[in-house]
């Protein structure tokens, strides 16, 4: 099923960059969309070569990462299982992963702390499960999204991506330096403190050469917005007719557009930004629509 594919590039309109584009990895599917289809590549090859018939893994209830798990793993044919954070609830996404069968665990903020000891206490004696960290960080996915630059023109200047563990950042920026791009990567950290991203992508690789990391569009931090956010993402999606999500990509592509009104980049310099999917979540926003 991870056969390899290659998502389309295509290019944004923008009143004073000429050469703006966006890498659709939204596209490549609806339910292990954008980088979470990227992570989870090599991920379930591991399982394969190891045997493992089980994936387990772990999320908070709107968590694009445990629908991408759920479906990929019916489509191998693997069982799933997520810890969920939190109290017990019912929405939209984990619906989705019940039809792709995976078993839900909803598990309180202190014991999902320590996913070590959750993964012992109920699968320590299954040899056949295989543990999957929180948003599928690891080196198997920092070795699927480093395939993303692979399938990128050489020539672009910035390439911009969303960050929440600062996985996908990591390899991309791997790819570059795999490729020996002269392309400067920008991290847009979802989150509060995003700092830490540089830290992760160091443990990752050795280094943060290239790296540009953008830590003041978090919008109050993980699942935050303000009405300008939700206008700019609204103004974004009608114009452009591509589907953008509050929690991550709107928060890049605020951040393009407002680095340019602030003249961070020549008008004629090649910025792409990286799509990373996660359509789904967004109806775990929809009050903020109306
Ligand atoms: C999960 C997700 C991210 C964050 O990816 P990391 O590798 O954890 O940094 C970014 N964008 C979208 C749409 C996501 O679903």
Redesign the pocket.
Known sequence: MFTKIHSPVQQLKHPTLQQLWIKRDDLIDPYIS???WR?LKYLLSKAQTENKDHLVTFGGAYS??LLATAAAASRAALKSTAFVRGETVKNEMLMLCQLFGMTLLFVDRTSYKDKISLFDQHFGDDPNALFIDE?G?SME?VTGCAEIIAELPADIDHIFC????????AGLLKGIHDIGLKTILHVVP?LKGGEFIAEEIFNYLGHTNQLILHTDYHFGGYAKTNPELIHFMKSFVSSQGVLI?P???AKMMYAIDDLSKKNYFRKEEKIMAIH???LM?IFGMKDKFF
């Open positions: 954008g980088n979470k992570k694009n990462h948003g960080a996915a969303a960050a929440g563990t600062g996985t996908t950042a979802a999500d929690i991550y990509t990373t999917g996660g979540g």
